[in-house]
């Protein structure tokens, strides 16, 4: 098989990190349930030989990529929701496995490749969808959903104290005409509430219809207890979160599974990013780290 260079470059956040946290040997067997490009799992195959890797992936093009990196290894993708992972790992004949892995961020890919809709930064469609066979996308939220509905959303999944305020000015914008770009909804939104400090206003809205439409947070407590049951004696669960609301899923998460014995906590607090790695890769700023082992 030709192997391929798509040209795309992700850098993996946290790759030592996450290597080592696997504790990764010899002719195990490990999932990456959010394969995308394929940098974590690279990094997981070059940690010692005969490694298996099951990478998945809702996107099509992520697949596309990883497959194209990965060629020359031992390695099964499959285009599928992670919150599957129990029944998608045991398909392809593993009962067991000796590490996971989810990394929460977007990937570049994902911000960069155009008409995604990710970006409040690019005059493209409002779309969002991780997996583009889903029906739902953020322009059918932004201009369906009520303003109670888009406050509450914001709100939660964004933690925007601006929500209500911004809910409103959606509606009233709608009004006079379908919002289906990525610039007009960023731009009502600042208009809406104001620029200030460092963080553009339509951040933590922009975040919050990507969770809704992806349904990201039912999605990551599903996956954390079906991976759980996968994970052999000694096995790594290693989760990479970019939030808060995130990482307190994943902390309840392992502190439920610890009290019922099925795991032992390693990261008491969860480990972050170094100064250099910041420096040269500035997505990885907000990056937090925990792992826990099965029992």
Known sequence: MDCKDSGIVHIPVMLKEVVKALKVRERGVYVDATVGTGGHAEGILKGAEGCVLIGIDRDERAIEVARERLCGYTVHL?????????????SIGYDEVDGILLDLGLSTLQLREEGRGFSFL???????RMDRRQSLTASDIVNG??????????YRYGEERFSRRIARAIVRARQKGRIDSCRRLAEIIQKAVGRRGRIHPATRTFQALRIEVNRELDELSTAIDEGAGLLRSGGRFCVLSYHSLEDRIVKNAFKRLAQQGMFRIITKKPLRPGTEEKRANPSSRSARLRVAERI
């Open 78 to 90: 499959i285009r599928d929701r992670f919150s599957n992972i129990k029944d998608l790992v045991r």
């Open 122 to 128: 690019k005059d493209e469609p409002l779309d969002m």
């Open 145 to 154: 959903y009520s303003e109670e509905a888009l406050a509450s959303i914001i």
